[in-house]
């Protein structure tokens, strides 16, 4: 079996030009790092730049390499004091080389990696305020999707974020259709290869078993679509891999998974096909993060020389810690595991690349619920 698999919607129409779509490529032989952010102190959220390289240690899967701390200082700290309206919120997206930071009642926080410059970025809108989201870098803008659960008449709203002469603005957009708003989280999302196109799954409450739908907005054409009632089945966010030529993101139950890439022209009445999962688990499953037990992101790296490497970052509880103290247990150990995937003789999706494991310990002060995050950039 061809160890490549075409993905479904990829040849059924015409893309889109590219010269739109990704006009913000990285300059070729940049090196990345992974940034890492961390809820790690009293007053706010540290972010560390760490070389890949470093986890790459040739030890074997699982080994780790003992009780150590990151590296300080971390390249930045940023101060969060909380607000006055209640749940303020503080997210992390990267666009290009920039590190992008929102809270709510401030202006955004723009960090250059390259230059180490912090520069004030535009307020959020008013309908961002007090809601939680997500956000997704597409064609060298940040397009942002926000939920008010208390405002019931109007609770979405759709942005996009842009540099244009100089300085950062916002611009309102469609808002999604009826059904979308309906069903009120955001689970999973993904940016289709043609660049411009993202898919959500939506879902009540956020939780596996709930009522799921699954849409997607074209930039270019700034419209919405509907293609069922399925879901993407990763978590968070899925990543195009041209290698394995399919969506990648971490399944509920803890495994790697990969899925091919939806049609952008069809609505489908079943989920997404050909969904594959590596034999290994490599996070907690969903049941563990409502125990409190720990929790995992997965990041994707293009590597230099065009190879395709995974990041899962994790935290878990010390050994030791009883149930009843979960939740006033700052302390938690962090888990870097880097690997590659490929599809096997058979057709199965394998972990590559000397899987390798590096763990640190950390310390959580401020949002229980944050989960630690590494954006490659």
Not at 1 to 8: D, E, F, G, P, Q
Not at 19 to 38: I, Q
Not at 190 to 209: V, Y
Request: with cysteine; proline share 6%; hydrophobic share 35%.
């Amino acid at each position: 079996m061809s160890s490549k698999r075409r993905a479904v919607g990829q040849d059924d129409e015409p893309r889109p030009s590219l010269r739109h779509c990704r006009r913000h490529r990285h300059a070729a032989g940049r090196r990345k790092h992974l940034y890492l952010v961390l809820d790690d102190w009293n007053n706010g959220f540290s972010i560390h730049k760490i070389d890949p390289d470093s986890l790459d240690d040739e030890s074997p899967a699982g080994a780790g390499q003992g009780q150590q701390h990151l590296p300080e200082p971390p390249v930045l700290r940023l101060e969060s004091p909380i607000g006055s309206v209640p749940h303020d919120r503080v997210s992390f997206s990267a666009l290009g080389t920039k590190m992008l930071v929102f809270m709510n009642h401030r202006c955004a926080l723009v960090y250059d990696t390259e230059t180490a410059v912090v520069s004030i970025g535009p307020h959020a809108p008013a309908r961002m305020l007090c809601g939680s989201g997500v956000t997704v870098p597409a064609g060298g803008m940040l397009y942002a999707l926000s939920h008010r659960f208390f405002d019931k008449e109007d609770p979405s709203s759709f942005h996009v974020m842009q540099q244009e002469g100089g300085g950062w603005s916002w611009k309102t957009l469609p808002e999604p259709p009826p059904s979308f708003t309906s069903r009120q989280i955001v689970v999973s999302h993904a940016l289709h290869p043609d660049g411009c196109t993202i898919f959500m799954t939506m879902a009540d409450g956020g939780t596996p078993g709930e009522p799921l739908g699954t849409y997607s907005f074209n930039t270019e054409r700034s419209e919405w679509r509907s293609h069922g009632d399925w879901a993407l089945p990763f978590f968070g966010q899925g990543y195009f891999d041209s290698e394995l030529d399919a969506w990648v993101g971490l399944h509920w139950e803890g495994y790697v998974c990969s899925c091919q890439v939806a049609s952008r022209s069809r609505s489908s009445t079943s989920e997404s096909s050909m969904i594959l999962m590596t034999k290994e688990k490599l996070a907690y499953d969903y049941e563990d993060w409502t125990d409190r037990r720990g929790s995992a992101s997965l990041t994707y790296m293009n590597m230099m020389g065009g190879t395709s490497k995974f990041c899962v970052v994790q935290t878990m509880m010390p050994d030791g810690v009883d149930d009843e103290d979960r939740d006033y247990c700052s302390a938690r150990q962090l888990r870097f595991t880097m690997f590659g995937l490929k599809y096997d003789r058979s057709g199965e999706l394998r972990i590559t690349n000397r899987r390798s494991t590096r763990s640190f310990l950390l310390s959580r002060h401020r949002y229980n619920l944050f989960v630690p995050f590494a954006l490659w950039i």
